[in-house]
């Protein structure tokens, strides 16, 4: 079945791609960051066994809806909103900069119609 599988998703692969037949499958998939349809099919099953909740036959084993993590309900505060007060800082850092006992991380952003962009720096030891 796997490379029943391996071989229809080939053709599609070369399609797409516009690669040479003789290129590997694999490659392929890689290139074109599409996983192999028999992993495809395999997540697609296990995720509708763990959201319709059902038991699989007793011949397979690898899986049951009783072994997998819930999701947890009942959470109603944001981890963001609880910092300790030493973690970070929004403020402006300008009369700390001078200080050797904590890191200063400096960030900046922009955007303009040719892109969008993001930079960091992480001042230590005077560096």
């Known amino acids: ?28 998939q890689t290139i074109l960051g599409i996983p192999p349809l028999h992993m495809q ?4 099953g ?3 066994v763990y959201r319709l909740r059902i038991s699989l036959p007793s ?5 049951q809806p ?5 999701k947890a309900t009942g959470w ?9 007060p030493n973690q970070i800082s929004l403020e402006d850092g300008e ?3 001078a200080r050797k006992d904590i890191i200063n991380i400096f960030t900046d952003g922009s955007k ?3 892109g969008v962009g993001s930079a960091f720096c992480v001042l230590t030891n005077d560096i």
Not at 59 to 63: F, L, S, V
Not at 76 to 84: D, Q, R, V, W
């Open 112 to 114: 303009t119609e040719h």
């Open 76 to 84: 109603s505060i944001h981890t963001s909103e609880h910092l300790k």
């Open 1 to 28: 079945m796997k490379s029943k599988l391996s071989s229809i998703q080939r053709s599609f692969l070369l399609h797409i791609s516009g690669a040479y037949r003789t290129t590997p499958t694999a490659a392929l």
């Open 95 to 97: 009369t700390n900069i």
């Open 59 to 63: 011949n397979i084993t690898d899986i």
């Open 46 to 48: 296990r995720f509708r």
């Open 66 to 70: 009783q072994d997998l993590d819930m």
């Open 41 to 44: 099919l395999q997540f697609k």
